[in-house]
T-cell receptor
Framework: AQKITQTQPGMFVQEKEAVTLDCTYDTSDPSYGLFWYKQPSSGEMIFLIY??????QNATEGRYSLNFQKARKSANLVISASQLGDSAMYFC??????????FGAGTRLTVKP | DVKVTQSSRYLVKRTGEKVFLECVQD?????MFWYRQDPGLGLRLIYFSYDVKMKEKGDIPEGYSVSREKKERFSLILESASTNQTSMYLC???????????FGPGTRLTVL
């Protein structure tokens, strides 16, 4: 069964606007971690943000924030003030056990000037 | 600066060849992973290793094997390459002391 679902294969956003990338997950484990990675066209995976299942507050890292809604099992990434360099693939991932990490199919974000 | 390196960025092989993909990390991480990435499917775990000489199958181990003789090195082996193994292969390492999993630059393998 699919554990991480990203329903938006592609998204467009105007430069300087905010954008939300959706991610839902499925787990019965009370302890888990949620991640977002960015993959530019060069191919490397860049870690953006992490949210632990017991964290009370939503994670933020600069222009990135994670909108964590535990009851709905969603972990959406919000990018504020989009820049042209934000154009990339974005992957949501979840770690359940110490070594068990699963990724979604990804969302391709294009920032328009 | 932490680093995961992979032996090749691009590789072209023939069907039936034995293929070795090498991954080295310099962070003394105990856990290492091999993923393949295909459009629309995201990253899928092939194998991971939690210690030297230890390995566990991931979601798609068929057609692959791995070797971890030293802590810093994790090799992915395609015993007899097939065209459906054409893909991007990503190596990663992780320690339980940190949240983040660190990735190598990837190897784009084409099997003709």
């Amino acid at each position: 069964a699919q554990k991480i679902t990203q329903t938006q294969p592609g998204m467009f956003v105007q430069e300087k606007e905010a954008v939300t990338l959706d991610c839902t997950y499925d787990t019965s484990d009370p302890s888990y971690g949620l991640f977002w990675y960015k993959q530019p066209s060069s191919g490397e995976m860049i870690f953006l943000i992490y949210q632990g299942s017991y964290d009370q507050q939503n994670a933020t890292e600069g222009r990135y924030s994670l909108n964590f809604q535990k009851a709905r099992k969603s972990a959406n990434l919000v990018i504020s003030a989009s820049q042209l360099g934000d154009s990339a693939m974005y992957f949501c991932a979840m770690r359940e056990g110490p070594r068990d990490m699963r990724f979604g199919a990804g969302t391709r974000l294009t920032v328009k000037p | 600066d932490v680093k995961v390196t992979q032996s090749s960025r691009y590789l072209v092989k023939r069907t039936g060849e034995k293929v070795f993909l090498e991954c080295v990390q310099d962070m003394d991480h105990e856990n290492m992973f091999w993923y393949r990435q295909d459009p629309g499917l995201g990253l899928r775990l092939i194998y991971f290793s939690y210690d030297v000489k230890m390995k566990e199958k991931g979601d798609i181990p068929e057609g692959y094997s791995v070797s971890r003789e030293k802590k810093e090195r994790f090799s992915l082996i395609l015993e007899s390459a097939s065209t459906n193994q054409t893909s991007m292969y990503l190596c990663a390492s992780w320690t339980s002391l940190l949240d983040e999993q660190f990735f190598g630059p990837g190897t784009r393998l084409t099997v003709l």
